[in-house]
């Protein structure tokens, strides 16, 4: 099974960007469809972004849409999550998720899709 490591977090005045990368071990990479989900305090876990095995589809949640871009290097086994134009309502605990699904298009928004998760990554948009 992949293990999976999340690291970029921070705090960061609104306007500002942040790169999340999640670093993958273990497994094949390029086999994973991954993604991104995000949980702020007393919300329920929301999908953000996801991205097919090659990094050929992706798609985005529309509160992200325009300003998050997710992108994968299967050469380093990571996966990124640009975020620009960011805004307090973007806070939350970041994780990035994996499925073991071969070469493929196909890309995922429910959470019941992915079978590994990384512990997350704390960001924090100032006013």
């Known amino acids: 099974q992949v293990q999976l490591l999340e690291s970029g977090g921070g705090l960061v005045q609104a306007g500002g960007s942040l790169r999340l990368s999640c670093a993958a071990s273990g497994g094949t990479f390029r086999l994973y469809t991954m993604g991104w989900f995000r949980q702020a305090p007393g919300k329920e876990r929301e999908f953000v972004a996801t991205?097919?095995?090659?990094?050929?589809?992706?798609y985005y949640a529309d509160s992200v849409k325009g300003r998050f871009t997710i992108s994968r290097d299967n050469a380093k086994n990571t996966l990124f999550l640009q975020m620009n134009s960011l805004k307090p309502e973007d806070t939350a605990v970041y994780s990035c998720?994996?499925?073991?699904?071969?070469?493929?298009?196909?890309?995922?928004?429910?959470?019941?899709?992915?079978?590994?998760w990384g512990q997350g990554t704390q960001v924090t948009v100032s006013s």
């Open positions: 991205i097919s095995t090659s990094g050929t589809n992706t």
């Open positions: 998720a994996a499925r073991l699904t071969g070469v493929s298009t196909v890309t995922y928004t429910t959470e019941s899709r992915y079978n590994a």
